[in-house]
């Protein structure tokens, strides 16, 4: 048995399709978006935590930037991984390393990374709200870990 249509209705499955489409890959390209922007920020925890980890056996002995274990620690961190964040370039990837007290056994010892997840779907920035040229997503992954061992003055 044959079903008649009529004339008007002929185009309607196909305005439907296009439509539903169009929203199906609004969502399916921010999902992708997220995913990409969650797999950097697990990965600057990990290199977080790996500082953090070398850190609470090797703390810095001084508040100075150029404390030679706060050094290494910014190296073991820079050296965790390379994508899919390289995290040896400093000019896109901050790590910070502070100490909680003078950096005695069971102070505290917190390294942060941070970068900045540029966006790279076109309609993303307007549907979320990003005003910043080029659109970006700050990330920070910060780990706090209790100091094990110290060679640090005063300890």
Same mark, same amino acid.
């Given at each position: 048995? $044959?079903?008649?249509? $009529?004339?008007?209705?002929?185009?309607?499955?196909?305005?439907? /399709?296009?439509?539903?489409? /169009?929203?199906?890959?609004?969502?399916?390209?921010?999902?992708?978006?997220?995913?990409?922007?969650?797999?950097?920020?697990?990965?600057?925890?990990?290199?977080?935590?790996?500082?953090?980890?070398?850190?609470?056996? *090797?703390?810095?002995?001084?508040?100075?930037?150029?404390?030679?274990?706060?050094?290494?620690?910014?190296?073991?961190?820079?050296?965790?991984?390379?994508?899919?964040?390289?995290?040896?370039?400093?000019? $896109?990837?901050?790590?910070?390393?502070?100490?909680?007290?003078?950096?005695? +056994?069971?102070?505290?010892?917190?390294?942060?990374?941070?970068?900045? *997840?540029?966006?790279?779907?076109?309609?993303?920035?307007?549907?979320?709200?990003?005003?910043? +040229?080029?659109?970006?997503?700050?990330?920070?992954?910060?780990?706090?870990?209790?100091?094990?061992?110290?060679?640090?003055?005063?300890?």
């Amino acid at each position: 048995m $044959k079903i008649r249509t $009529k004339k008007s209705e002929r185009g309607q499955s196909l305005v439907e /399709l296009a439509i539903s489409l /169009l929203v199906l890959l609004y969502l399916l390209s921010g999902v992708v978006e997220f995913g990409i922007a969650f797999f950097q920020f697990i990965q600057l925890r990990d290199a977080a935590q790996e500082g953090a980890l070398y850190g609470s056996l *090797h703390p810095p002995t001084s508040a100075a930037a150029n404390d030679p274990n706060r050094l290494l620690i910014i190296a073991r961190v820079r050296a965790a991984s390379a994508q899919p964040i390289n995290l040896a370039d400093t000019t $896109k990837v901050n790590v910070v390393v502070t100490t909680s007290g003078s950096a005695c +056994v069971a102070d505290g010892i917190t390294v942060s990374v941070s970068f900045d *997840h540029r966006v790279f779907m076109p309609f993303i920035p307007r549907l979320v709200g990003i005003s910043s +040229v080029p659109p970006t997503i700050p990330l920070t992954g910060s780990v706090t870990d209790t100091i094990l061992n110290s060679t640090a003055p005063g300890c």
